[in-house]
Structures are given as C-alpha cells and as structure tokens.
C-alpha cells in the first residue's frame, strides 16, 4: 500500500464524518410561542433540595426539553463544536450537596413533550453546594485540549479545572435546552433559555424580610427538618408584615437533639412528634401543644408509564400510582433488606410473590428493578418519631418477619428503636443520610431516571408525609385495624386524628383504629413542647416579654398559621384545635421560682448525651447569634411590642409533576463520537499493512511507522478529551 493511497483513505474518512461536526442548534431561538412557567413562580426564596417544576408550553410536536441548575451567566467560549448541546453539556455539572451520600451521576432532567396535554413538564430538584471541579476540552482557558485562532489544536496536560458554586452568594439559574422543529422546516433546532436567578440557601428557618431577634423578647427554637417550612411560615406571619424582629430564633435539627436541648434547659422550644418517648431526661415541666398532623410513610421513588409523546412512544414520569404493602412485607423489606430483592428466591420482590402480585406495577418490573440500586431504601440517620412509631407497629403487627437475618445477630428480633441506623447491624438494610436533603439526593437518580434502558423502577424512603410530599414521593398504602389498604392522605390523617389519646407526658398517640376503615394507620400529631413553669433567666427573673412572645407563637401556630403549613402537614381537626388553645393556656403557668428550681437541678445533675448519633442539624447559623441559639437569659433591651398576625392565604398544593433523564454526554464526548470513525478507518488502514510486513519478516517502512504514531497520537489526545 503507498503512501498516496493511505492519505486518501484518510482524507476519505475525514469527508465521511465531517457533516456529524457541523452545529446542531442554532444561538438564538426560533420565534416559536412558547412559554416556560415554574412553581414556585418566584425563585429566590429556593432553599437547598427543594423542587423547582417547570411547563413548557407552546412548542411544535415533537419536541423535548433537558434543565439543569448552571452557572446563572453560562460559559460560551467552546473552540470546537461550539453549539448549544455542547455547551450545556459542558457548562452545566452536577452540584454535590454538602449533606450528599451520594453524588447523583446526572446533573439534568428531560422530558418529552407530552401528546395529551401538549406540555413539557419536569420537576428538578435544586442543590446548593459545589461542582467537582474538572476539565473542559475545547475550552482555551480549562481545556487540556482546545483550538487556537490559527485553527490548530493544542495540548496543555496542565490545564486549570472548571467549577462552580450555587448559593446564596454565588447565584446560578435553571438553564433549560429546548429542541423542536420549527413549523415550516424539516430540520430540528436546539436552542437554550433560562429562569431567573436561583440562589438556594440552607433550610434554616429564618423568615424573609424580618430583622434578626431581640435578646429578651425572642424566643430559642428547634425542631426537625420535617417542621422548617410551617415554622418559618408560622414566624413569618409575625415579623414579615412589618419587617420588625424575628419572634423565633430557630433551628432546624434532629428530632433528638431538638429534645435534649430542651431537656437540658438550652432552648425555650422544640418540636416532636412522639414527645418524652424520645427525650433522654424528662425532668423539665413541659406542655405538649398540637400544632399539625403527619405521618410516617414508606414512599415509592422511581418511574413508571407516564404518557405518550408525539410519535406515539410511551415516556417514564415519577411513580404516581399507589402501592399497597402489608406489615410483613414492610418488616421483611426493612430488616431483610439483602433478601428482598427479586433475584432472591422467597423475598418479597421475587415473581409471584403476594406484593408483586398484588401491585400491577410492580409485577410489570424486571425483578432486579422493584429494589433498585445501592440506595433502593434510605432514610434518615437518628432518634426520630418516624423509627419508634413504625418499629412499635412492626413489632405489634408482624413480630415474625421483624426480625434480623440470620447473619445478623443469629436472626433476633429488631424490636422497638429509636434510629434507623440500629437496622443495619453488619449490613446496609438502610442507607442513611443526616438530612432530608441528603436523602433527596439519594435518591435524585431515582427520580430524574436512573432506570436502565428508561425501565420503570422502584426504590423506598422511610420518612414523614410532609417530607414525601415536599419531594414529589408517593407514599405506599398500609393496612389499618379494620384491614383496608389506607394512603395518607389529609382525609385518611384527619380521620385518625379522632383516635388519638394523650400519653402520661400529654402526647397525643395513636390508639387502635378499630373498625375506622378510613384512617392511616401511622398517623401522629406534631407537638410543640413549651415549659410549663414561667421562662426565667440565669438570675431567676422572669422573662415576661419572652412569655409574651411563646404565647404569640404558639397561638399563631394553631390559628392563622394552620394555613399555611408546609407541604404535606395536615391541619389540626376542630377538636384538636380547642385541645391546642387549652394547652397554650398552661404554658408558663408554673411559677417562676419552680422553674429557677427547676434549672438548677439540671445543671447540677445534667442530662445524659441524646441518644442516637449525632446528625440531622444543618450546620447553619440562625440569625443573630451561634447555632446552639440564644441563651435562655435575662430580659434585654425592649424590641417594642411584636405584630399581629394577619389573615393568611390558602396554600394552594403543586402539582406533583416529574422528569425523565437525559444523560448528558461526558466532556469531550461529542468530539470523541465525531472522530472515533476516522481513528477506526486509520487502524483498519495501518494495522494490516503493519502485521504483513512483520509475518514477512521485513522491517515495517518508516511511513507506515509514522502513520502508526500518528494514530496513537490521535488517541492519546482522545482519551485526553475524555478524561
């Protein structure tokens, strides 16, 4: 073979791929009508890990949609394939959350366009925190390789890497990449558009639009994750109106901890759903307040058929559908996780096991997809109502499946506990994470379309109505005293809300349903734990504005701010309302010199540490002060006198819309498809003329040496474009 016929089989081969290099989306978009609308409308207030859903209305059959959270000015500096997929591709990374277990491995979510509504509908959850930093081939500054003005590609082993930051300082934005064939044209056109900015910040509860709290009428909260949206709804009813001083200093922490700093006389508030159960010393004279209903659920996350697009195709949304679980395939799940997947012949996902056929879509799974993935079940690490509710009914319910494997303390009985973490006794039946957010992201893959082959699949969360809810989860339902499959729902919670009765602390719990076939089985009511002695400060004085500010909250919470709870809570029943103000006339009734009593036997003869390990806070500081928050001292300087609520208005629920992934190519992986044809058709040209010359015994000529270096060359700079 001559040197001449070897450059035309390669110039041959460059003609055949040099149309797959050409722009494939236009810079600006067509005039099309289309209209892209997300809820919330207003983003700024976007907290980390919350659910941003977008529409997109207006577009031509046919069309697809792919967003992603990137930088809110986007980089466009490609010097090769510079076209709008390659840049969102490239620009637009995955932002690692800093309560992440997990790194989801996609940073977008795509969707068809949907034939029935006409609409693009997907819903992307929002992390705050930092993209790896990695290189950006083609790019002059972060490329390890890129194109010079002369057009001449050079290399840089030493390239600065690419990164960037979203919070509250470093804005980004929901960039959205929309392909579509205009009316009138054959050829589809890719182009990109944005929200307006997105700032997440940490879920810590403070207020919008209020001044920091005033020592000696604030007053020091904490509660779980679960209550931050009502309480910061509940605190801004207060101070928003008028701008003044936050009533509350709060923060959003473990259910736990919530409890032993209120043990321990640190915190003048806290929040719970199963009150002293939880708390490690409860010498404090304290008064449970209902403010909410909620639940424990176990969720279904995953896809399944959620319509057709225009071509007729059936598209994957989030699981809507509910699914229906008795106790014994609950605790077999949970305690036997290892064994409950499909291939294991006898679990409760195998074929033809009484769950899969029960539920239609499970049974319409490839059985290694109904438990799918490292994090098929997780669930938040520490003490919490949610583990002591479920594991008490488990035990009650199904004692001979909630028990360990055999590998697993020699198969004893789980029993009643407090964390979930104490199910995973050698091994991972539940990955846990300290915060919901960090389970959010869990579980992102799952439900942005980690599904193979865009599958439908299933994974589970253990954790409360409100936060399912939050997350676009759909809870399972269980069976109740009367044997009826139950969904909580605000219906099935307000109708258990009749069967609960005050435990010996004032806690209401959920007695037996009996023949109730409409209420969820694992309802509960959060509590608001207040003292019952009067707030004093380190010198015993009272702290009268203080009082007069718990007794503000606390009133707001189960009045006005009934309606506007967060996602998922359930408002309070008529009569659990009048048992609420009932409750709020005996907080701080006791007399200050007991309370000053009180005290001091708790800090001679302190509490024991909180049970459980130590997770769920979120880091942050509340406003004005450290986040142990302030201490309960003395009165200070007079803030004036605190705002009166306002009539609120009805929240009205989002829809619980989804999206289906589009995995975005790796950097450099479009020049890579582009160019793999021409590095194949020079090895098919290089290889056998070099093998022949060997067999033969001559030495290879020196063009064909050099031909062969330059296909290693071409490769070397390849596997560079990938890295």
Known sequence: MSVKRCVVAIACAVLAVAPLGAPAAVAQPPQLPYQVTTTPADLSSVRDSDVVRLS????????????????????????????????????????????????????????????????????????????????????????????????????????????????????????????????????????????????????????????????????????PERLAKSAVAWNSLLCSPTGGPSPVQPLAIGEGDALAGFDKAERDLAYTGAGTALSEDPRRERVSVPVALNAVVLAAVGRQPAGKTDSGATFTGPITDTLTFDWSELANLIAKRTASEGFHVGGVMANGSTLVSRNPLLAGMFPQDRLFGDFGLSGNVGTDTGPLLLSTMLTQKAPAQWRFLPTQKGGAPVGVIKDYLAVNDGLVNIATALTKGGVRKQMQDLSMGLCPENRTCAGYVLTDLATAVESGWTPVALPNSAGKFVAPTPQSLQAAAAHLRPAEDGTLLLGDTGADQAAYPLTFAEHAVAPGNALVGADCTPRKDAQDTLRGV?????????????????????????????????????????????????????????????????????????????PAAGPGPDAGAL??????????????????????????????????????????????????YLAAGRPVPAWLARAAGWVGQRIARLRGAAA
């Open 56 to 223: 997109i209305a207006g577009l031509p059959a046919g069309a697809s949609a792919t967003v992603a959270l990137c930088p809110e000015d986007l980089r466009d500096a490609l010097t090769f394939n510079n076209t709008a997929v390659s840049r969102f591709t490239n620009y637009c990374q995955h932002i690692q959350g800093v309560y992440s277990a997990s790194p989801a491995r996609y940073p977008a979510a795509g969707q068809p366009r949907n034939a029935a509504t006409g609409t693009i509908d997907i819903a992307y959850p929002v992390s705050r925190g930092e993209t790896q930093a990695l290189n950006i081939n083609w790019d002059p500054v972060y490329g390890k390789v890129y194109r010079d003005a002369n057009g001449k590609n050079v290399v840089r082993p030493e390239a600065p890497k690419y990164s960037y930051k979203c919070d509250e300082t470093s804005p980004c934005a929901i960039w959205v990449q929309i392909t579509a064939t205009p009316p009138g044209q054959t050829k589809p056109v890719t182009w990109l558009t944005r929200t307006g900015p997105v700032r997440p910040s940490m879920d810590t509860g403070g207020p919008a639009g209020c001044q920091p709290p005033a020592p000696g009428r604030s007053v020091t909260a904490a509660y």
């Open 554 to 630: 606390l009133t707001t919470a189960v009045g006005g701010g009934q309606k506007v709870l967060g996602p998922g809570m359930v408002p309070l029943t008529p009569d659990l309302v009048t048992t609420a103000r009932e409750r709020i006339a005996k907080v701080g009734a006791g007399p200050a010199g007991e309370a000053c009593a009180e005290n001091k036997d708790i800090q001679q003869n302190p509490p024991p540490p909180a049970g459980g390990p130590q997770g769920g806070g979120t880091g942050a500081l509340p406003p004005g002060g450290p986040a142990g928050g302030l």
């Open 643 to 692: 705002t009166q609520a306002p009539s609120p208005a009805t929240v009205e629920a989002a829809k619980l819309l989804a999206g289906n992934t589009r995995i975005p190519l790796f950097p450099g992986a479009g020049v890579l498809a582009i160019l793999l044809p021409l590095v194949a058709l020079g090895l098919l040209v290089v290889l056998p003329s070099s093998t022949a």
